[in-house]
Every structure is written in structure tokens, then in C-alpha cells.
């Protein structure tokens, strides 16, 4: 997450860090250790702050190419099948979900 989060602040050449964390996530999440970590579960206001990260990366098109895309999208399959994920993606104002339909739609 720290890569993600340099890359969101540099304007450098990050994308291969990017392509390569958004795949190392997406495999990583398979496990469910690992859903722990990125949900920051049981760390009070930051469980689930990293969900609302990916789902902005996503639908920003200048800072994630389409490749990485699906890789995120494959995260947040992956930690929706926790009930933090779950209540991370469909937080109270529905803000992760409205930006993810409008992207869709």
C-alpha cells in the first residue's frame, strides 16, 4: 500500500509499481490473512480506508491504465468476501458504489 500511495503523490514513471502492486494484490487477497492487512481490520477509522483508495484509482483514469484496473477490481472481489470489505465497499453514504456504478454505467 505504501507504493500505491507514493504513486498517487509522484508525478514520476510509478506505472510498472503500480502494474506490478495491483497484481501482487489481487493474488495476494486471495487469502484471507491478507484481506486482514489491506482492511486494516480492528484499526478503528482506518478499517476499510484502503478499499475507498482502490475504488478511486479505479475510475481515475490518469492514474491507473486498464490492465491495473482489472487487477483492483479483482481486490475488491476479494475483500468484499469479508464482512469489513463488504461494509468498507457499501459504506454509510454509498459513495464507493455510486462511483463505481457511474463508471460503469
Same mark, same amino acid.
Not at 14 to 36: P, V
Given at each position: ?7 498517487s503523490k ?18 495476494l487477497t ?24 482502490? !475504488?478511486?484509482?479505479? $475510475?481515475?483514469? +490518469?492514474? /491507473?491504465? &486498464? ?6 477490481? @479483482? !481486490?475488491?472481489?476479494? $475483500?468484499?468476501? +469479508?464482512? /469489513?470489505? &463488504? ?6 453514504? @454509498?459513495?464507493?458504489?455510486? $462511483?463505481?456504478?457511474?463508471? /460503469?454505467?
Amino acid at each position: 500500500m505504501e507504493i500505491l500511495r507514493g504513486s498517487s503523490k509522484t508525478g514520476g514513471d510509478a506505472s510498472g509499481d503500480l502494474q506490478l502492486t495491483a497484481k501482487l494484490l489481487s493474488n495476494l487477497t486471495l487469502h484471507q490473512e491478507a484481506i486482514e492487512q489491506l482492511l486494516q481490520k480492528g484499526k478503528g477509522p482506518l478499517e476499510g480506508y484502503f478499499v475507498s483508495w482502490i !475504488v478511486s484509482a479505479i $475510475v481515475t483514469e +490518469d492514474r /491507473v491504465k &486498464r490492465d491495473e484496473r482489472e487487477y483492483f477490481a @479483482g !481486490v475488491l472481489t476479494n $475483500v468484499s468476501q +469479508d464482512k /469489513v470489505g &463488504r461494509a468498507a465497499l457499501l459504506d454509510s453514504s @454509498g459513495a464507493n458504489l455510486k $462511483v463505481l456504478s457511474e463508471e /460503469v454505467g
